[in-house]
């Protein structure tokens, strides 16, 4: 079973504008981590939000987390084309070792 | 460094054939992971490793085995191929830690079962 579910499934925006993705999960975490994924390609670490962390900013990344809330939320600043990707949230769980249980991903497209 | 590689990229299979998916990592991590991918759908674990010689079963075991003989190296297979084991697969890799750190993630393999 799918432990986050991402929202929007699918985001389209113009390049300069900023994206935000949010990500909801069920069961007491450990940390949260996002991931990038471009088109038939690996994935790629973005960002990782421990549970005693509410904000954490790199580069033109920032994340959220509301632990009360059960929710996570992404923020792509100043988005450009290249940024174009699927993009994942990922819980550990408490007591869950380091096991990554993912999101269905949003998918963001950003047009010149 | 080349991070985590995976071999081979592309495979097409017919069912009930058998198959070996290597991952490899050069960055000394101690556990790794065994994903697959399906359409519309985050990843799940198959199968993970916390040290050389051990081997675990994740959200999704059924059909699959794996080994980790040696440290850098984590064998996922597949004894009888079946169509609905048809998917994109990864591998990953991690430091040990307490409180987790991020993973490492291969190219992915994509494969076929007809």
């Known amino acids: 079973s799918q432990q986050g579910e991402e929202d929007p499934q699918a985001l389209s925006i113009q390049e300069g504008e900023n994206a935000t993705m949010n990500c909801s999960y069920k069961?007491?975490?450990?940390?949260l981590q996002w991931y990038r994924q471009n088109s038939g390609r690996g994935l790629v670490h973005l960002i990782l939000?421990?549970?005693?962390?509410r904000e954490k900013h790199s580069g033109r990344l920032r994340v959220t987390l509301d632990t009360s809330k059960k929710s996570s939320s992404l923020l792509i600043t100043a988005s450009r084309a290249a940024d174009t990707a699927s993009y994942f949230c990922a819980t550990v769980l408490t007591g869950g070792g380091n096991k990554l249980t993912f999101g269905t991903g949003t998918q963001l497209k950003v047009e010149l | 460094n080349a991070g985590v590689t995976q071999t081979p990229k592309f495979r097409v299979l017919k069912t009930g054939q058998s198959m070996t998916l290597l991952c490899a990592q050069d960055m000394n991590h101690e556990y790794m992971y065994w994903y697959r991918q399906d359409p519309g759908m985050g990843l799940r674990l198959i199968h993970y490793s916390v040290g050389e010689g051990t081997t675990a079963k994740g959200e999704v075991p059924d059909g699959y085995n794996v080994s980790r003989l040696k440290k850098q190296n984590f064998l996922l297979g597949l004894e009888s191929a079946a169509p609905s084991q048809t998917s994109v697969y990864f591998c990953?890799?991690?430091?040990?830690?307490?409180?987790?750190?991020?993973?490492?993630f291969g190219p992915g393999t994509r494969l076929t079962v007809t």
């Open positions: 990953a890799s991690s430091p040990r830690g307490r409180f987790g750190y991020e993973q490492y």
């Open positions: 939000i421990r549970s005693n962390e």
């Open positions: 069961t007491s975490i450990n940390n």
